[in-house]
């Protein structure tokens, strides 16, 4: 862990605490006005929300009387619920999956390497670059000849695959930081492989696989690729769904900020609290 | 090491392998079989609305994809994409990684609020910017605009790629700011102080400490932003579908446009491997230096 040193330094005199004072207070006015500016699109997004259509074409105001009426024309309209029930299946599903293929995998790396779990490791890694568009035309195909092409199926399918060498790698840092003696003072006691893992190594590593399954979580359910490709209207996630309002005649501000506002709100949550631990994942362990 | 190691390899070697088979073989499969099929179909003649025509076609795709000015619009268009939001968020992450670690009231929230665009899907970050934001009469910007007397400009209209640059930005600067903020944690906060009792100013201190210190984390945000941002889709496919004309098809939407809407199997998988080239040339430094990560 690293521990941070931020003690500042002593003022050395009354001109000089003024001069830091002030220094303080135009870098809080700065930071502030930064992030603000970053944030007004979701912040607008929200209070659009909470308008009537009119009003939310009409000059942009902060005064106006809030209403969930775009709420409710949401989920009766186009039936919100069903996208977003989609969103959850195929992303805790997908996690679900991944995690399961993923933590054997990440038990041998860390706790039996052999000479080929560097180049393993490496060559998971680049299976990530391969661009989906590259493959596109072919999973495409199958999907079409096997009958997936519409099913929540078959994003899960993908979604694990696409996931799993994040979370195999995420996993593998997670358990090569566990200290080694607790699992040999295991052994020593005759537990088995099966209990080492069930009963030490994961309790122990459980919130490294916790924040490991919320990235794959989040991941999943902001990918915008084959959602769109894949799915038509039965197993359509959310992403596709917000789609669904860029087309002329759907042009309904306040709905479309309703839904979207439910559909990135529990994401985003997830989101700040594993901050931390997403630069790990997305970084693959290169920038600690 | 313990006699139980050296004992235990053949034994250990095995059940490493066993328990590594699942996740290898199904990744190995979901790369090598796409991948063998894309560049299959790159040589066939495969086109689902003339099923008659059908076998080797040699170079052909390639020929006709490379000879389509298309091609060359939607290579110079990704490049654009790729450049400008690189820029744009490399260097605005790098300085509000700066402006964020310094310590402030609110410091925590105001961070939270920064990095929050990372987290919104990619449908609504365009959608929301399209129409809220840059809608030509009722949009925020052009509200602004009048509100100080310049003219509302009809950002998809006049300025498509510009428009697709700014979202894109939008989404990932908060991305090269996490990752740099994260980075900035293990600057050595000691040298900064022995340079500034040097006298050293905060430029200075930016130039010849900070930044080198930070040349790692932005080499990998460089990288893994090139990957992503090589084949950006969703926030084309809802705001300007390519156009007008081509003014905002990149190589993933050429792809899209040519595999699922031409229906042109070959052509789109000539296209494809296009793309996978350019990203393993990208691929290779990364991986490179995540090698050189692990052996430390």
Known sequence: MTTLNSKTAAPHSVSGWRS??????????????????????????????????????????????????????????????????????????????????????AYAMAFLPTKRTKGTLLWMLSTKMLP????????????????????????IIVYTLMNLPIVVWMLYTFFKDMPKDILEAGRMDGASTLQEVCFLLLPLTLPGIASTGLLSVILSWNEAFWSLNLTTSNAAPLTAYIASFSSPEGLFWAKLSAASTMAIAPILILGWMTQKQMVRGLTFGAVK | MTKTRASGRTVGGLRTLSLQAP???????????????????????????????????????YEYLLTDPALWAAMGNTLLLVGWVLAITVVGGT???VLFQQEFAGRGIARVLAISPFFVMPTVSALVWKNMMMHPSNGVLAWLAESIGLPAVDWFSSLPLTSI??????????????????????????????????????????????????????????MIEMIFLLTIFAEIFVTTSGGPGLATTN??????????????????????????????????????????????
């Not at chain 2, 792809?255 to 809407?261: C, K």
């Open chain 2, 251 to 296: 190589l993933a939407y050429l792809i899209y446009i040519r595999a699922l809407l031409d229906f042109d199997v070959g052509t789109a998988s000539a296209g494809g491997v296009i793309a996978i080239i350019l990203a393993n040339i990208v691929a290779i430094f990364l991986v490179r230096m995540v090698a050189k990560n692990l052996e430390e």
């Open chain 2, 95 to 97: 300085l509000l990684a």
């Open chain 2, 23 to 61: 996740a290898v073989t199904l990744l190995l499969l979901w790369m090598i079989v796409p991948l063998g099929m894309t560049l299959w179909f790159s040589f066939q003649y495969y086109n689902l609305l003339m099923p008659g025509m059908t076998g080797f076609a040699g170079l052909e795709n």
């Open chain 2, 165 to 222: 640059v700014i979202i894109v930005a939008w989404q990932w600067l908060p991305f090269a700011l996490l990752i740099l903020l994260t980075a900035m944690q293990s600057l050595d906060e000691d040298q900064v102080e022995a340079a500034r009792m040097d006298g050293a100013g905060p430029v200075a201190i930016f130039f010849f400490i900070t930044l080198p210190h930070l040349k790692r984390a932005i080499s990998v945000v460089i």
């Open chain 1, 20 to 105: 830091a004072q002030s220094k303080r207070a135009i870098i809080t006015v700065l930071g502030w006005s930064v992030a603000l500016v970053i944030f007004f699109p979701i912040f607008w997004m929200i209070l659009t929300g909470f308008k009537t259509e009119s009003a939310a074409i009409a000059d942009p105001t902060l005064i106006f009387s809030p209403t969930l009426e775009s709420y409710q024309a949401v989920q009766a309209r186009s039936g919100y619920t069903r996208f977003a029930l989609n969103s959850v299946v195929v992303a805790f599903g997908s996690t679900f999956f991944a995690l399961l293929i993923a933590i054997p995998s």
């Open chain 1, 132 to 155: 989906s568009v590259g493959v596109l035309v072919p999973i495409y195909l199958i999907f079409r000849d096997v009958g997936l092409l519409d099913t929540r199926t078959g994003l």
